[in-house]
């Protein structure tokens, strides 16, 4: 399994804008085959920062997932959104139970 996590901060006045492109990325991609589970979230503590995570069953449909017609749409969405602090990263996992 592939895991994506990442983080950007939004700025001040853009959150509208950029929940609406992240809604119909997240709606779009979450159809994808191999997509495992694709969201975005608002940190609790720091209003401004975006939190990402992704799960891909392979690193094939990761890179399916980045020629899809949807992320050309996003990563224009985005760069009049202006994230500021971008970073994203791919890990290779064997996903194991914790016991709680």
Known sequence: MI???GSARIPEGAWDQA???METMIKASREEAGCIEYAYSRDLIDPNLLRIIE???DKAALVSHFAEPHMAVFRAAL???GPQDLQVRMYEAEPEPLPL
């Open 79 to 81: 760069a009049e959104v």
């Open 3 to 5: 895991i994506v996590e």
């Open 19 to 21: 929940t609406a492109a």
């Open 55 to 57: 799960r891909w069953k």
